[in-house]
């Protein structure tokens, strides 16, 4: 039999520690449960990710000692240098050394450089730049030469990843790697609108795009719940469309400055005709239907859109797109052209002569006159024009650039008809799919359709995060880690595809994403503790409380897709983003891990395994109690209203006991302790306060392999 002790003491202060810290124990050590991964010679490989194109390992190790100098070529204020810096810095704190060199001051190549970065010229940002480096480790000496100094970027984030440790010390393992990029295109939508994001997240999470090669920060700017730049030509725009929460130019100069150092595009986006409520709060007179107009603080598809029957407003988008131009130094310029809603279109009269007078037929034409007069202003300023798949119409010069959001049969017939083009359909960050999922999703998968031409024009992709359902302090959480699978994607090889692999990886790259100033963890522990603040707890108390939720919010994930919307609550800019499913992570790595262990299991029946799920148990039903009392005592209606899921949870667990136990003892159920599961499992997986039970399918596995056993049993 399975027991445990019950001691109040022992279980708040030291099993329940332990019980945590064996959760995430389980999230590293799991995934080596894998056959691929039982390999000692893959256990051992470096954790790099994305993974480069070539890759030899060597005899022989680089020992880290604090004499350890870095040289380059370009002197302070360059790309380069900084990079070098960055570089140093980092590795300074993860090691503890304290380099004799004054790297932010000096770096000029000498007697003493053990680490030397070459490179020919200064990259520009620009797709199409060549970003490949070449990185030899020799036992005295590492060499990084690139075409660019961008490629001097990207290598010294792989040279990072590369660093071990073992009983004599730091160092990089020998090593020659030749890598490039596979896709010129790898980007990241952070959506500044819905929920505005304070300069440090847009920074913050510039570091960590570079940290794993991504190159292109498409930055979500205008939209139905706020105008977020500083317009000096229409200062009404930020002051009445933003609630004060807009950006500077200043400011948007400093985000420019450092991505430019991190070698990453910051291409806008200012989202037209429709997404344009925050528009009209100041300049009315360019919509389509007459004012007031107010921020939207619902989130949908809205009726306000401009009005492309008014000659003024091409004057107005003249100017506006003018400051813009020089603003952004990027080639690109994203109008949006999405989900355009033409009731307001459909009611003014002065519209329809218009669209008689024209030949109008439709709205979808409508809409394409619009954005042939946009990209005449786009291209008067020497802008190129990006814009969401509905923007694509015959006639449009080639250059442009067409974002799949609504499917990849878009990209395919842009493609066949010259069209360059980017995918986001299958990288949506905000729906909280898997890691997996998303770095299965290929802009150009094996079975293409296109030619090798064809191919040439399918640029990259770009993970979306939209910002309904996010703040400033869990946007992080549900950007990282699942984007550095999609930067893998859009970086390395195409063969590259090993998901065990990668989720081995992702576990080591989840932990060093932290010194980029990412939130995506540390803000989890934070955010429990609040919600046991109504409260009044000693400090052990607190943090055995906090530790008790937090072992539920690992195992937990918020429901998929926009179903949030319609859990009963309805949602706005307005509304509280602080509560348990806020908390928790859109996929628990911890429940994918114990999912693969009883697959393991029921391959092998390896005994030793069903001790690590029965131990698994052990520790969350240690934990059931400590749950039960703080959601069911407390007055607090954050911790109230996940008394439902506390209670699945103990069902669960007694479910996979029981499963488990029997197929252990090669035990046969009876049909109708079978049929009751089931009936069970269907009501475990109803959603309780917007949350899932992550474990559930693992427990799901034994359910069905007792079934199939029986089956098999009765068949023969």
Known sequence: MFGFKKKNIYISRVILPY????????????????????????????????????????EGKFRLDEKFQAGSQSGPGSRAFKSVSRFMTRLSGRTGLFFNQDFLAEQKIG???????????????????????????????????????????????????????????????????????????????IDSCRHF???????????????????VLHWHLSEDQGFRVECHTFPRLSEFGSDGNYYSQEQIKEVIQLASDLGIRVMPEFDIPGHSTSWFVGYPEYASAPGPYRIERKFGVFHPVFNPANPAIYHFFDRFFQEMAKLFPDPYIHIGGDEVEPTHWKENPEIQKFMKKKNIDDFHSLQAHFNLEILKILTKYHKKMVGWDEIYQPGLPKDIVIQSWRGTQALIDGAKKGYQGILS???????????????????????????????????????????????????????????????????SDQEVRDVPDMYRRLAVINVQLEETGVQHLINQPMMLRRLLSSASYELTDLQNKTAALQSLALISEPVKGYSRHNQGRPYSSLSPLTRFVDACFPESLEARCIRVLVEDYLNSKKPELALKINDW????????????????????????????????????????????????????????????????LKELKKPKAECQLAIIPAIELMIKHLREEQKRVQGS
């Not at 080596?32 to 993974?51: E, F, N, V, Y």
């Not at 300069?199 to 190159?215: D, H, Q, S, T």
């Not at 969350?620 to 069911?632: A, D, H, N, S």
Request: aromatic share 6%; with cysteine; charged share 25%.
């Open 19 to 58: 019980a945590v810290g064996l959760v995430l124990l389980i999230c590293c050590w799991l995934p080596g449960i894998s056959q691929d991964l039982r390999d000692s010679k893959a256990a051992s490989r470096p954790s790099l990710m994305p993974l480069p194109a070539k890759m030899e390992l060597k």
């Open 111 to 189: 007697p003493s450089t053990t680490l030397f970065c070459l490179f020919n010229r200064v990259g520009r940002l620009i797709p199409g730049e060549d970003e490949s480096y070449r990185l030899e480790i020799s036992l005295d000496r590492i060499e990084l030469k690139a075409p660019t100094d961008i490629g001097i970027v990207r290598g010294l984030e792989t040279l990072l990843q590369l660093l071990s440790v073992d009983s004599e010390g730091y160092y990089f393992p020998c090593t020659l790697i030749e890598d490039q990029p596979r896709f010129t295109w790898r980007g990241l939508l």
């Open 425 to 491: 359909n299958g990288y949506y960050i905000d729906l909280g799919e898997t890691a997996e999922k998303h770095y299965s999703n290929d802009p150009i998968p094996p079975d293409s359709p296109l030619s090798s031409d064809e191919k040439k024009l399918i640029l990259g992709g770009e993970a979306t995060m939209w910002a309904e359902l996010v703040s400033s302090e869990t946007v992080d959480s549900r950007i990282w880690p699942r984007t550095a699978a999609i930067a893998e994607r859009l970086w």
């Open 617 to 680: 148990f052990t520790s969350q039903k240690i934990i059931v109690p400590q749950l039960k009392g703080l959601t069911e005592n407390s007055s607090a209606l954050n911790l109230k209203e996940i008394q439902p899921l506390v209670q699945d949870l103990e069902e669960v667990l007694l479910m996979g006991e029981s499963a488990l136990r029997l197929i252990r003892d090669g035990a046969k159920p009876e049909d109708s302790w079978l049929e009751l599961q089931q009936e069970k």
């Open 197 to 215: 994001m304070p300069l440090e997240v847009i920074k913050r999470n510039l570091l960590a795009m570079a940290a794993v090669k991504m190159n």
